[in-house]
């Protein structure tokens, strides 16, 4: 437990394949979860989104010594910072080893009367080096119904009809968290697997290692754990590697048992 900064510090360079980050969005509230005794956090910065960019910017150009010359790094944010931030990594590594913005769609309830509906985040991808590690056809995504029966039809189809998935495109559907889901913690703003499986089956092979220096509530590690990457975790939060703990040794449990029935 502690600040990042510490930790990547005292860590080898270039030994890591991915860090995939989820630092505070800069939404100027605090972060509440659910439960009865529910955890908690900060979002708020004295100085505004410039404190905020520098204070963050610090830390990944740390990360950044980190990666492998074939890794990536990935920042999970919204329309509170990420543009600012883009700016500034965009200098940190390069506006040439930029590779994606990334958007997570999801739907939830609720729509605003004032505005579109706000039900979308951003991710960044960039690479340490122009090399680097992608695997499209581990995450291939379903063509539609109708893009199938157009390729049956022999006038300008572009696709076998067989061909019944393509590689992924920028915008990813994946449902957020429901109140009764399982996998909820209680810890506020928790990701779901499906989507952090999917960035690590694309950037990583087995065995490589994976990062997460805002762990929150483990989302991370534990992907990286079930898909047989190694993993780091950090967070500044007591509550955070509590909660984060309690997964990591659900998963190794799990795992154990799955070998002795094997």
């Known amino acids: 437990m502690g600040d990042c900064l510490e930790w990547i510090r005292v860590l080898p360079e270039e030994s890591i394949q991915l860090v995939a980050i989820d630092p505070p969005f800069l939404t100027g509230k605090k972060q509440v979860g659910s ?14 989104k410039s404190l905020y960019v520098d204070w963050l910017l610090e830390r ?31 200098d940190l590594f390069g506006e040439e080893c930029f590779q994606n913005e990334i958007i997570w ?20 991808w960039y690479t340490k080096t122009r090399e680097w590690k992608f695997y499209p056809d581990r995450i291939p995504v379903p063509r539609t119904p109708k893009a199938i029966q157009r390729a049956q039809n022999p006038k300008g ?42 960035f690590i089956q694309a950037f990583t092979d087995p065995g490589d290692c994976v990062a997460d220096f805002f762990c929150g509530s483990g989302t991370t590690p534990v992907a990286a754990a079930r898909l047989g990457r190694r993993w780091l975790a950090c967070d500044i939060s007591k509550e955070a590697i509590r909660v984060t703990r309690e997964r990591m040794l659900a998963v190794s449990e799990r795992r154990s048992l799955e070998s002795h029935s094997g």
């Open 105 to 124: 769609y999801y739907q939830t309830g609720g729509a605003s009367p004032r505005r579109f509906s706000r039900k979308h985040d951003n991710l960044l």
């Open 60 to 90: 990944v150009g740390g990360m950044r010594e980190l990666l492998a010359p074939t890794g990536s790094f990935l920042i999970h944010l919204d329309w509170h910072a990420v543009h600012a931030v883009k700016v500034a990594l965009d």
């Open 157 to 198: 189809a572009r696709i076998r009809a067989d061909d019944t998935h393509k590689y992924p495109e920028d915008v990813v559907f994946v449902p957020q968290l429901n109140p009764m889901s399982k996998e909820r913690t209680g810890y506020p703003t928790q990701k779901p697997l499906e989507l952090m499986e999917l």
């Open 35 to 48: 439960g009865e005794n529910p955890s908690s956090y900060e979002d708020r910065w004295r100085g505004g």
